[in-house]
C-alpha cells in the first residue's frame, strides 16, 4: 500500500508561483511513475505533467514551458513547480503513483486558487 501526502497549495495572483509537493511512502519510490493531475469544479479530472522511474517527462499543452516535475528519489518525494499562474489553472492538484505493476494511488488533493 502507498500513501501519498501532497502540499504546498494555496492562493497566489496570476503571474505567480507555487511549488507543490507529494511525499510517498510504502512502496520502492524510485520504481513508480509519479504524476500531478488537477480537477476543477466540474471538470473531469486531468493529466498534469507526469514523470517516470528513468526521468522521462510529460506535460499537458496548457502547462508546457510554465511548470515543470521533478523527482528525489532519495526524499521519496515528487514536485511540480508552477510558474506564471493562470485563473484557469485553479484546481485541486492530485498526485499520483503508478507502480511497475500497474498498481495506482491517489493523494487526498490540494487545493491551487490563482486570483485574477
Known amino acids: 500500500q502507498v500513501q501519498l501526502v501532497e502540499s504546498g497549495g494555496g492562493l497566489v495572483q496570476a503571474g505567480g508561483s507555487l511549488r507543490l509537493s507529494c511525499a510517498a511512502s510504502?512502496?520502492?519510490?524510485?520504481?513508480?511513475?509519479m504524476g500531478w493531475y488537477r480537477q476543477a469544479p466540474g471538470k473531469q479530472r486531468d493529466l498534469v505533467a507526469r514523470i517516470t522511474s528513468g526521468g522521462s517527462t510529460y506535460y499537458a499543452d496548457s502547462v508546457k514551458g510554465r511548470f515543470t516535475i521533478s523527482r528525489d528519489n532519495a526524499r521519496n518525494t515528487v514536485y511540480l513547480q508552477m510558474n506564471n499562474l493562470k485563473p484557469e489553472d485553479t484546481a485541486v492538484y492530485y498526485c499520483r503513483c503508478t507502480t511497475p505493476t500497474l498498481n495506482s494511488y491517489w493523494g487526498q488533493g490540494t487545493q491551487v486558487t490563482v486570483s485574477s
Open positions: 510504502g512502496s520502492i519510490f524510485s520504481r513508480n511513475t
